[in-house]
Structure formats: structure tokens, C-alpha cells
Nanobody
Framework: QVTLVESGGGLVQAGGSLRLSCAAS????????MGWYRQVPGKQRELVAS???????NYADSVKGRLAISRDNAKNTVFLQMNSLKPEDTAVYYC????????????WGQGTQVTVSS
């Protein structure tokens, strides 16, 4: 059984910074892409950023230049450094891990709240 444990959310003023972390616990084989999604009430969950095992990154246009994703493959951990935060970044942020080991898998964290005050 794999569990994704997120940490680092909270309340910050506009222009401030936060760093989210997500660690995958349990035995996990074939892990490829880890990423962060976010969701606000009444809207669909959207991709914020993702990173493959070889370090290829992908960002939503709205966060390019302000947020940076990184990972530690040895620890199956992914990070999201969030700088120059805006009120519109307020959301629940979810960690995601995807891979393939005999069959595809897709795991989600429980979510962590990020609130940016104006």
C-alpha cells in the first residue's frame, strides 16, 4: 500500500513564499511522474506542475516563473517551491504519483490547504 503524505501548506500574504513537500511511503516500483494539482470549490482539479523521473518538468502557464517543482528520486519525494504567491493561488493542493509496474497506477495525497491573503 502506497501513501502520499503532504506537508507545508498554510496561510501567507501575497508576495510571500511557501514550500510544499510530498513523500511516498510504502514499497513503490516503476514510479515515473510526480506532480502537484490544485482545486478550488466549484472548479475542476488542475495541474500545477509535474516532473518525471529524469527531471523533465511541466508547468501551468499561470505559475511559470513563480513556482518550481523538484524531486528526490531516492526518497520518492516531490517538492513545490512557491514564490511571489497571489490570492488566486489559494486552493487545496494535491500531490500525485503515477507509474507502471505490471499495470499503471495513480496515487493521490489527502490535500493541503494553501491560502494567500491580499
Amino acid at each position: 500500500q502506497v501513501t502520499l503524505v503532504e506537508s507545508g501548506g498554510g496561510l501567507v500574504q501575497a508576495g510571500g513564499s511557501l514550500r510544499l513537500s510530498c513523500a511516498a511511503s510504502g514499497v513503490i516500483f516503476g514510479l515515473n511522474t510526480m506532480g502537484w494539482y490544485r482545486q478550488v470549490p466549484g472548479k475542476q482539479r488542475e495541474l500545477v506542475a509535474s516532473i518525471t523521473r529524469d527531471g523533465t518538468t511541466n508547468y501551468a502557464d499561470s505559475v511559470k516563473g513563480r513556482l518550481a517543482i523538484s524531486r528526490d528520486n531516492a526518497k520518492n519525494t516531490v517538492f513545490l517551491q512557491m514564490n511571489s504567491l497571489k490570492p488566486e493561488d489559494t486552493a487545496v493542493y494535491y500531490c500525485n504519483a503515477r507509474g507502471y509496474w505490471f499495470k499503471g497506477y495513480d496515487y493521490w495525497g489527502q490535500g493541503t490547504q494553501v491560502t494567500v491573503s491580499s
